[in-house]
């Protein structure tokens, strides 16, 4: 993928839902679905993700995002943390970090139950890489500015957020060398879950010793998945 992206290689767009998402003019692919950004991150990482792993009861959980990109899904999170007095500890990966001029495009905040959230989101998208800042008494917060394959995580995770683009414009994210790298940084019993529903994705979940789950998809998209690393 290409490292010399401008401000000129993004665009912000509006899908279907109302809400805002990017699209990487360089690549041709976009951060979200054009259904609705909201609505998929809502289904597809808040709703099957992080309500599941909160389900038995857990007092707090650590999550690892592939891709902050838009910071959509760590807004949500952290809002549905603090609405439900959740902790949890959040750490996520970016390469490509788009440029603050974006960011104040996207107006999440006007989104329905974000309007106390224009700062939160502004911190999110302008602290220091790379070191844990306390967003809310619920929220942790740190972002790794590095390469997916390059990354060596220093604690494990309950759950990934796998949000990387599709396999057919970034198949590193998708691989079996990857995703066994993704099963060695789950707790046992965690899982990963995800927009991608391919054949072929699922097939190498298996073979890396995931337990795989196909879930509805969001509005737009027919499937999503779920993969668990197997309790001992
Ligand atoms: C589909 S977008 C989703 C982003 C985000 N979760 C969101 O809600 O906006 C994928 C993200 O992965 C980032 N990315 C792409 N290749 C990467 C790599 N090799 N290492 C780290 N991040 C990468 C992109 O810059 C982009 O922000």
Known sequence: MSQNYTSESFQVFKTKDGSNSIQNIVLGD??????????????????????????????????????????????????????????????????????????????????????????????????????????SKFFEFKKVLIDFNEYTPDSTFDIIYHDAFAPQTHEEAWNEEFLR??????????????YCAKGDFKRTLKACGFEVETLKGPIGKREITRAFRQPL
């Open 181 to 194: 790298k993704c099963h060695s940084w789950l707790n046992q019993g965690g899982f990963l879950i995800t």
């Open 30 to 135: 976009t951060y979200h679905s054009v259904h609705g950004a909201f609505q998929e991150s809502q289904h597809v990482f808040i709703e099957n993700g992080l309500k599941l792993g909160f389900y038995n009861n857990k007092k707090s959980l650590n999550i690892l995002e592939l891709g902050f990109g838009s910071g959509l899904n760590a807004l949500l999170t952290l809002n549905n943390c603090d609405s439900q007095m959740h902790a949890v500890r959040y750490v996520t990966l970016e390469k490509f970090p788009i440029p603050k001029e974006l960011a104040n495009k996207l107006d999440y905040h006007l989104l329905s139950g974000l309007n106390n959230y224009l700062e939160d989101f502004q911190v999110l998208h302008e602290c220091e890489w790379n070191k844990f800042v306390l967003i």
